[in-house]
């Protein structure tokens, strides 16, 4: 079975930068499993952030990037925002099928 | 603009089916552009791909949940439908539809229904 692995919780504060991880039991993640990451406010459904590695969504702040790093797919959030506390999950493709990651539970203190 | 809107019982008892219907709004559910999706999550825990349906009527689903489950299309009604039989409590999860839109190589899944809570209890 298939497992996507990222951090459970990480902790940033106001104005900081943290970057959160997105790893495949299969090996490396390339741009060929379509990394995608939502993030998912409490009582909300999941919206979706970045698509195919790093292609913002017109509603992405710019403050908000992805990309591959270490054969990981990774998401950066700079200049953090008290809003930016959420659930971060991201998605990766694995030729017909879909698996999520586990989800990173982002603080800002 | 896409919108979908999850309907169906929200308790169902043990060993019975699970059934969910998504209306779609917005988008011809006809277009190939999309595939049309359940995601579910358990209390308190994260996501959990289901599976997917084409407008041509061929599903995919999660290999875990897949002897349990069909995933069908009425075009007529712009909606698409989930089944999942012989339910457990484990199966006690808010159930998301989503738009996967996928046209070359783009593949984003959004937006997403408000979800319902399914709960399995006798």
């Known amino acids: 079975q298939t497992v996507v692995t990222q951090e459970p919780s990480l902790t940033v504060s106001p104005g900081g930068t943290v970057t959160l991880t997105c790893a495949s039991s299969?090996?490396?993640?390339?741009?060929?499993?379509?990394p995608n990451w939502f993030q998912q406010k409490p009582g909300q459904a999941p919206r979706s952030l970045i698509h195919?590695?790093?292609n913002k969504h017109s509603w992405t702040p710019a403050r908000i990037s992805g990309f591959l790093h270490g054969g990981k797919a990774a998401l950066t959030l700079s200049g953090v925002q008290p809003e930016d506390e959420a659930e971060y999950y991201c998605?990766?493709?694995?030729?017909?099928?879909?698996?999520f990651g586990g989800g990173t539970k982002l603080t800002v203190l | 603009q896409v919108r979908l809107q999850e309907s169906g019982p929200r308790l169902v008892e043990p060993s019975q089916t699970l059934s969910l219907t998504c209306t779609v709004s917005?988008?011809?559910?006809?277009?190939?552009?999309?595939?049309w999706t359940w995601i579910r999550q358990h209390p308190g825990k994260g996501l959990e791909w289901i599976g997917s349906?084409?407008?041509?009527?061929?599903?995919s689903y999660n290999p875990a949940l897949k002897s349990r489950l069909i995933i069908t299309l009425d075009t007529s009604k712009s909606q698409f439908s989930l089944k999942m039989t012989s339910v457990t409590a484990a199966d006690t999860a808010v159930y998301f539809c989503?738009?996967?839109?996928?046209?070359?190589?783009?593949?984003?899944?959004?937006?997403w229904g408000q979800g319902t809570l399914v709960t399995v209890s006798s």
């Open positions: 989503a738009s996967h839109y996928a046209v070359g190589n783009f593949r984003w899944v959004d937006p």
């Open positions: 917005g988008a011809s559910i006809s277009s190939g552009d999309f595939f």
């Open positions: 349906i084409y407008y041509t009527g061929v599903a």
């Open positions: 299969t090996g490396a993640v390339t741009s060929d499993y379509y």
């Open positions: 195919n590695t790093s």
């Open positions: 998605l990766l493709y694995y030729g017909g099928a879909w698996v």
